[in-house]
């Protein structure tokens, strides 16, 4: 565990960008800072490798403080990614990624060939192995940096703001990419990001820091939603919390209502069965929604109401299934299996329910845990 | 007569190839001093250059050094010198050396400090000691501007060599002014077609050195 205790760095023409800051970082963990400029998270991560040494306070990791081994041997047993990758122009990709084995003393042939397995895990091809930097887009670039950071397989990784330089559509696939690298190796990472929405898809536990670099409120993400400290935290965390909320709470709650599904052959007595209900979905012959009818009406395929994005109950969370209700024409959220086949369907009205239902729980196990 | 005329009247005359003052030998003397200054000013210009870059600190005195070296002028200085040291080769290394350190160490100094900051943040954050970031981080990535700073300081070098031959010494400045107190200008022109020559191939060894030294990575993204 990375301790930081107490931990202030003051420069020497007086400027204050950390103060007094005390944090416990998990484990195998991703615990990220976030906060506006100026709120110290920079230089609160790059105090971890020393990279900025502190005035006051000290770092421990696990239990021994930091500054008792030497600066370069901390450095190598951390990875660390930056903003832009910071690639090594000179160096092809293979060589980049096995910069850190190198300088701990392995072959060239052990160290490529280690990098060659990390190339495979952040989803770079081979076939790049031999490429130069420059020759990458932005986003292979970034993976090349979270490659070369994980070489070693260091037990820390730091990562200061690695996908802020990419657009959004490239930037999303990243973080599912570090999502899903964190599942299989569990490292204990420090994510520096000024984007709220990132912190709160990527923490495990989430440090806001305000200017002048002092803790406003340390927590995981769903409840800095539900219960943000103070103003400052609900104002950084924006409009919109209680929908962004809902991430947090899993569909597999809701009323499924199957009578309104109908196959599009559907005959009189199917047809008949499903009359109480405001709109019929249609399928096709293998369950797969097609779209909205009117009942009473003949059932049209070329006439149909588009059925909006359909949800995957227990997979998706309620967000997902209240995005659809809100974005479909008849106001019903459409519920898929694995497979693509419509499992149900469900009203707004019935998600609002589950909404409460869900606040109500986590109110309880907010009350217990306390 | 034109100048072709000369130059081949010149490089056409079997005499012109033997003996002490033949082309064999002034070339070889002459390539010997520039050798020796451009090592010299390599070895006082390199280091601090690279130092001062990698810290980021010291340009502006780098900058007054270097507008001092350049406002020197060379056959004034080899004057100087010869006045208060005497004949040798010392009085004429002395303002070839002040000649090139201002390029090579001005060059140098921006080459490592422009270096992209990233790359050596990650360096440092990867734990490389500072000698291993200057070495393996920033030169490669300055090499082609380093290389242009010692180009630029063998070429003046090389032309301005020429002033040994007036204090008494070799090179190819000895046809240049024996040949103009000689009125001889078919040694005159052939001595400088000489130094022009040697110039081009002296660019001519840089860019291969520069295409085997800099790597592709380097050379296609700049």
């Known amino acids: ?370 | 007569m034109n100048v072709l005329n000369l130059v081949h009247a010149f490089f056409g005359d079997g005499a012109h190839w033997h003996g002490y003052d033949g082309i064999p030998t002034r070339l070889a003397e002459h390539i010997g001093y520039s050798l020796e200054a451009l090592l010299i000013a390599a070895v006082i210009g390199l280091p601090v250059g690279l130092v001062t870059g990698h810290y980021g600190r010291g340009g502006n005195a780098l900058a007054l050094i270097a507008t001092a070296g350049r406002a020197l002028p060379s056959f004034g200085l080899l004057v100087l010198m010869v006045l208060w040291i005497g004949l040798g080769l010392l009085p004429v290394m002395i303002p070839l050396v002040v000649l090139a350190v201002p390029p090579i160490l001005v060059t140098t100094y921006e080459a490592v400090r422009t270096v992209d900051p990233s790359p050596v943040d990650a360096a440092r954050g990867m734990g490389m000691s500072e000698a291993r970031v200057l070495f393996r981080v920033e030169v490669p990535v300055a090499l082609p501007l380093i290389l242009s700073g010692l180009r630029t300081a063998a070429v003046q070098i090389i032309s301005t060599a020429t002033i040994a031959a007036y204090v008494g010494l070799g090179g190819l400045g000895r046809y240049i002014i024996d040949g103009l107190y000689q009125r001889d200008y078919e040694k005159v022109v052939g001595g400088a077609a000489l130094v022009a020559g040697l110039a081009l191939v002296t660019l001519l060894l840089f860019w291969a050195a520069a295409r085997v030294t800099v790597s592709r990575g380097v050379r296609r993204s700049t």
């Not at chain 1, 930097?133 to 670039?141: D, E, K």
């Not at chain 1, 395929?301 to 949800?311: A, I, Q, S």
């Not at chain 1, 019903?332 to 606040?359: K, L, N, P, T, Y």
């Open chain 1, 1 to 370: 565990m990375i301790r930081i205790d107490a931990v202030t760095k003051r420069y020497d023409d007086g400027t204050v960008a950390v103060d007094r800051l005390s944090l416990e970082i998990p484990d195998h963990a991703i615990t990220v800072l976030v906060g506006p400029s100026g709120c110290g998270k920079t230089t609160t991560l790059r105090m971890i490798n020393r990279m900025v040494e502190p005035t006051e306070g000290s770092i421990l990791l696990d239990g021994a403080d930091i500054r008792q081994q030497p600066v370069n041997s901390l450095r190598r047993s951390m990875g660390y990614v930056i903003q832009n990758a910071g690639l090594f122009q000179h160096r092809t990709i293979l060589d980049n990624i096995a910069t850190v084995p190198r300088l701990l003393g392995w072959t060239k042939q052990k160290a490529r060939g280690r990098a060659a397995e990390l190339m495979a895990r952040v989803g770079l091809d081979a076939s790049l192995a031999k490429r130069y930097p420059y020759q990458l887009s932005g986003g292979q670039q970034q993976r090349v940096g979270v490659a070369r950071a994980l070489a070693a397989d260091p037990p820390v990784l730091l990562m200061d703001e690695p996908f802020s330089a990419v657009d959004p559509v490239v930037r999303k696939g990243l973080q599912d990419e570090l999502l899903r690298i964190q599942d299989e190796l569990g490292k204990t990472i420090v994510f520096v990001t000024h984007d709220i929405d990132e912190a709160i898809k990527l923490g495990t536990m989430v440090a806001v820091l305000r200017e002048g670099g002092r803790l406003a409120q340390f927590a995981p993400p769903a409840e800095l939603l539900s219960a943000p400290a103070d103003a400052f935290v609900e104002d950084f965390l924006g409009a919109d919390r209680g929908i962004r909320r809902l991430s947090f709470f899993p569909s597999d709650a809701l009323e499924l209502a199957t009578a309104p599904l109908v196959p599009l052959d559907a005959d009189a007595d199917r047809l008949a069965a499903a009359a109480d209900a405001p709109y019929l979905l249609v399928t096709d012959a293998d369950g797969r929604p097609l779209g909205w009818a009117e009942p009473g009406a003949p059932l049209d395929r070329d006439r149909l109401l588009d059925h909006g994005r359909p949800f995957r109950p227990g997979t998706d969370s309620l967000r997902t299934a209240l995005d659809g209700a809100v974005l479909s024409p008849t106001g019903w959220a459409v519920a898929v299996d694995g497979d693509g086949r419509a499992v149900g369907v469900v009203s707004q009205q019935a998600v609002g329910e589950a909404i409460r239902a869900a606040h109500g729980r986590a109110g309880a196990e907010a009350k217990a845990a306390r």
